[in-house]
């Protein structure tokens, strides 16, 4: 469906400076600086496919998500998603894909979703009874009947992206490009948006996940791609991401003694939250967890533990920090 | 072409619509729009009453050229010139993006996303001007609204292209609310009578800027004033839109969006 292949996009900025000093001297000499957002990457999305995007602010994750959608030409590679190159064909790519942006909306403020819904149908073409039918079935897929006739600016922000949804799906797009779809919801909206995506993923539609938020990932995306510093660092399953770094666990302990400040061989401090009270990380590949349960209890005698694999924020921070994986 | 009416039908209800949502700001944008698109015309109606005048031209030949600048920004203005708002604050907010998602040509969306109902207000000013003036002139003849019409367009044609370049350069000066004073500083040129400059001048602003083509060659045309030589200005026209559609694309592929 989707295949990158040594994309690249190089573009150029001022040098600014924050002194008196150097603003009056860029009133007469801006210097420019090339920046590199994408780095020669390739990668291939299949139909059906739900793709998590990820990557610290300012890795080029959105750099690359706009060469996809025809947004932005790239400095050099190749695209070919759906057939077509997204942006020499933009017009007839664009009407086959949907976007949400959390940080950007398509609704608009002072009417209701439902009047940008039938603009955006005269946009798209569609007809009259397919817009009638794909209406009724989003509409009641997120329980929106009421609220669609309200103005924008009245509706709350779970709603408000319940019907940036309904104006991306309108016109029936094989590919979606999702960023930070649920920024800012609620647990109740959240996952509302996370059961839409999953129902629709389940009829066949393609989705391209940007988010910060790794619940996002954990609930919703099969395979993750990992950008950083314009390059792809990670690509493979979410269970091969959390293997990648060992097998770690995060224990939360309470004991009788003190538990000491310095770390040990497999066991790093996390978080300390009283003498005898803090969160460690094992790694299980130099101190199995029996030998550590062991070896606790007898030295400092253990009162509480909890046991559970090691959040995929630890995971994503040492990725974003340390080498390539792969 | 029936889905690209259906386009600007859809978007044209939309606007009126969220126009609505706050009547007496569209209301008193209008009157505010009409008496300052009147200020010229009264300040010509002073020179004229203090017993001065531009040469050669009785007050109501002045004033229909004025009229004609209104008409022509009545009808430009809410059509076209709209995009060069829509392209400064979209730039800006990198939110430009939206549109080049919708699957028209880009230039139809920015120009569908400028659209801007309240401009029509232009309309009601320049009309009450251009027939103020009609009717203190003897009636035109058949020729000279035919020579008037396809004039119009040029001048239509003109607005246009500056719309164009304007919104185009917004792709590279993101922000700049000073393309406005751009606008309004050339443009001024072409409210009065181009005989009043110098002929060098006059065909600089007829061949190269063409602001005397918006309104003073169509008012002359109407005035019987304007022989075949104003297929030039037609030519030039249409040469001056097309630069502006040409400059327009070339600046889009140099739009960067902004960081996500």
């Not at chain 1, 002072?110 to 955006?120: G, K, T």
């Amino acid at each position: 469906m989707i295949e990158v292949s040594h994309l690249t996009k190089t573009y150029m900025t001022h040098e600014r400076g924050h002194t008196l000093r150097e603003i009056a001297a860029n009133l007469i000499r801006r210097p420019m600086k090339e920046v590199q957002a994408v780095k020669d990457i390739s990668f291939t999305v299949e139909q059906g496919e739900m793709v998590a995007f990820l990557g610290p602010n300012g890795a080029g994750k959105s750099t690359t998500l706009k060469m996809l959608t025809g947004v932005l030409h790239p400095t050099s590679g190749e695209v070919r998603a759906l057939g077509l190159t997204p942006w020499k064909q933009r017009s007839e790519y664009v009407r086959r894909i949907g976007a949400v942006f959390g940080q950007k909306s398509q609704l608009l403020w002072d009417i209701p979703p439902v009047d940008a819904f039938y603009m955006n149908k005269a946009i798209y073409g569609v007809p009259e009874r397919e817009y009638a039918q794909t209406l009724d079935r989003l509409t009641t897929l997120l329980d929106v009947g009421d609220v669609m006739r309200k103005p924008t600016r009245q509706l709350s922000l779970g709603e408000r992206m319940k019907c940036e949804f309904i104006m991306a799906m309108l016109h029936g797009p094989e590919l979606v490009f999702l960023d930070e779809p649920t920024i800012g919801l609620d647990v109740i909206a959240k996952e509302n948006i996370r059961d839409f995506i999953k129902d629709m993923n389940r009829q066949g539609v393609t989705f391209i996940l940007t988010t910060h938020d790794l619940d996002d990932v954990e609930l919703l995306a099969e395979r993750v791609i990992v950008i950083n510093h314009g390059e792809i660092v990670f690509d493979d399953g979410l269970n091969v991401l959390r293997g990648r770094l060992g097998e770690k666990k995060a224990v939360r302990l309470t004991t009788d003694l003190p538990l000491p400040d310095e770390s040990m061989p497999g066991v790093t401090l996390l978080k300390r939250i009283h003498d005898s009270e803090a969160e460690l990380e094992i790694d299980t590949d130099i101190l199995p967890l029996k030998h550590f349960i062991r070896q606790f209890n007898e030295t400092y005698g253990i009162r509480d533990m909890s046991i559970e694999p090691l959040p995929i924020e630890a995971v994503m921070k040492e990725l974003y920090i340390g080498s390539p994986l792969s | 072409m029936k889905g690209v009416f259906a386009c600007i039908a859809s978007v044209l209800r939309t606007k009126v619509a969220e126009q609505m949502a706050y009547r007496s700001h569209f209301f008193l944008s209008v009157i505010l729009l009409v008496a300052g698109d009147l200020l010229v015309p009264m300040i010509t109606l002073l020179v004229y009453r203090s017993g001065a005048s531009f040469p050669g031209w009785s007050l109501h030949e002045a004033l229909l050229i004025q009229g004609v600048f209104g008409l022509a920004k009545g009808i430009a203005f809410p059509i076209f010139f709209g995009m060069v708002g829509s392209t400064l604050s979209l730039v800006r907010e990198g939110t430009f993006d939206l549109l080049l998602l919708k699957p028209r040509p880009a230039l139809f969306m920015t120009m569908l996303n400028g659209l801007d109902p309240e401009d029509f207000g232009r309309l009601l000013s320049g009309g009450v001007l251009f027939g103020y003036a009609l009717s203190g002139l003897p009636a035109p003849k058949f020729n000279g609204w035919i020579q008037f019409a396809g004039l119009f367009l040029a001048s239509l044609a003109v607005l246009c292209a500056f719309s164009l370049l304007l919104s185009g350069l917004l792709f590279r000066w993101v922000g700049s609310s000073r393309v406005y004073d751009i606008f309004d500083s050339v443009t001024s040129f072409g409210m009065y009578p181009g005989t009043i400059y110098a002929k060098s001048f006059q065909q600089l602003m007829t061949y190269v800027i063409p602001v005397g083509i918006i309104a003073f060659v169509p008012a002359s045309a109407l005035l019987g004033r304007a022989g075949w030589e104003t297929a030039g200005a037609g030519a030039a026209a249409a040469l001056f839109l097309i630069a502006g559609i040409v400059y327009w694309h070339r600046m889009l592929r140099g739009y960067t969006s902004a960081g996500g």
